[in-house]
């Protein structure tokens, strides 16, 4: 589902989606109410399926994009988020992340960053256009208790990676990943799962 207050965005990016044979544009708002009032009737629906993914900007009227990710996180969590935005603040990427988003691009890049981005998000990982990553890295607190080898770690869970994937692309072995992780949790003071991953995608690149 596409949703963007601009037609003729919401057009470009239809037509380029279109082509794409994996993939289906269901549905379209101009905003974040309409987008939860279609939601909501195709939830009632028992004929009909919700979205899989919903690729929206930040700045709409009605409903702000950071409001609208924080319900779509709270009510459908099964639904992935992907903004697309002319926003580069860091302050705006941290809180769309905190939100629940599972992407960020900005509006000038190639087209085919969206596609890599949908199918990186589709496959269950994170997705930050390199320009975002950047932008993160750049802003973030450098974690100067991490070692190397953590903050390679750090980069792979942000990234998406299971424990099993890391050790296989480090070459070591998943209880030493596990070690690790339960090492940079310590380091950090965190605690959960979900704290932890959050904090990866928060300082990728660091």
């Given at each position: 589902?596409?949703?963007?207050?601009?037609?003729?965005v919401?057009?470009?990016?239809?037509?380029?989606?279109?082509?794409?044979?994996?993939?289906?544009?269901?549905?379209?708002?101009?905003?974040?109410?309409?987008?939860?009032?279609?939601?909501?009737?195709?939830?009632?629906?028992?004929?009909?399926?919700?979205?899989?993914?919903?690729?929206?900007d930040?700045?709409?009227?009605?409903?702000?994009?950071?409001?609208?990710?924080?319900?779509?996180?709270?009510?459908?969590?099964?639904?992935?988020?992907?903004?697309?935005?002319?926003?580069?603040?860091?302050?705006?990427?941290?809180?769309?992340?905190?939100?629940?988003?599972?992407?960020?691009?900005?509006?000038?890049?190639?087209?085919?960053?969206?596609?890599?981005?949908?199918?990186?998000?589709?496959?269950?990982?994170?997705?930050?256009?390199p320009t975002?990553?950047?932008?993160?890295?750049?802003?973030?607190?450098?974690?100067?208790?991490?070692?190397?080898?953590?903050?390679?770690?750090?980069?792979?869970?942000?990234?998406?990676?299971?424990?099993?994937?890391?050790?296989?692309?480090?070459?070591?072995?998943?209880?030493?990943?596990?070690?690790?992780?339960?090492?940079?949790?310590?380091?950090?003071?965190?605690?959960?799962?979900?704290?932890?991953?959050?904090?990866?995608?928060?300082?990728?690149?660091?």
């Amino acid at each position: 589902m596409l949703v963007d207050d601009h037609p003729l965005v919401r057009d470009g990016l239809r037509l380029r989606l279109e082509v794409v044979s994996h993939i289906e544009v269901m549905g379209e708002a101009d905003d974040g109410e309409t987008a939860v009032a279609l939601l909501e009737q195709l939830d009632a629906d028992p004929h009909a399926h919700l979205p899989d993914l919903i690729l929206m900007d930040l700045n709409m009227r009605k409903m702000s994009g950071l409001a609208l990710a924080t319900l779509l996180h709270e009510r459908w969590p099964q639904i992935a988020v992907l903004v697309l935005s002319m926003h580069d603040n860091v302050e705006y990427m941290m809180q769309a992340m905190r939100a629940g988003v599972r992407g960020y691009l900005l509006k000038d890049e190639p087209a085919q960053e969206i596609l890599v981005a949908i199918d990186q998000v589709m496959a269950g990982r994170n997705h930050l256009s390199p320009t975002v990553a950047m932008k993160l890295a750049q802003a973030s607190l450098p974690t100067t208790l991490l070692s190397p080898r953590e903050r390679e770690i750090l980069r792979h869970v942000a990234a998406g990676s299971a424990n099993k994937q890391i050790a296989q692309t480090l070459n070591l072995s998943v209880r030493t990943i596990e070690t690790h992780r339960q090492n940079i949790k310590r380091k950090l003071g965190i605690d959960g799962q979900a704290e932890f991953v959050k904090y990866a995608v928060e300082h990728r690149g660091v």
